[in-house]
Nanobody
Framework: QVQLVESGGGLVQPGESLKLSCAAS????????IGWFRQAPGKEREGLSC????????NYVDSVKGRFTISRDNAKDTVYLQMNSLKPEDTAVYYC????????????????????WGQGTQVTVSS
């Protein structure tokens, strides 16, 4: 049984930082790419970042590039999203997701290709 569990969300003020974790079980991260997504109320789920399995290729959308950093620790079966300089528009539920072959060596953040999803963790950025 594959399970992805996000944690680390919370309420922060603009400019502060959070580090999200995605703990994986039931799969070997060596064979999956992992993406981070978010969904705000009334909006569609959007891709933010991804990291490939072998060479750790990464990709970011423009809205988070330079502020967010994705990383993975395969030994701990965990993927992280370090979020700095948070803005109110970053408020959303954040999800991690996993995709196997043929996408595991790529870094694609399209929602439809991902097979496994976590339940999400709420991030609220407000003064």
């Amino acid at each position: 049984q594959v399970q992805l569990v996000e944690s680390g969300g919370g309420l922060v003020q603009p400019g502060e930082s959070l580090k999200l974790s995605c703990a994986a079980s039931g799969l070997n991260l060596d064979y999956y790419a992992i993406g981070w997504f978010r969904q705000a109320p009334g909006k569609e789920r959007e891709g933010l970042s991804c990291i490939s399995n072998s060479v750790s290729t990464t990709n970011y959308v423009d809205s988070v590039k330079g502020r967010f950093t994705i990383s993975r620790d395969n030994a701990k079966d965990t993927v992280y999203l370090q979020m700095n300089s948070l803005k109110p528009e970053d408020t959303a539920v954040y999800y991690c997701a996993a995709v196997p072959a043929p996408f595991q060596d790529m870094c694609v953040i399209d929602v439809p290709i991902y097979d496994y999803w976590g339940q999400g963790t709420q991030v609220t950025v407000s003064s």
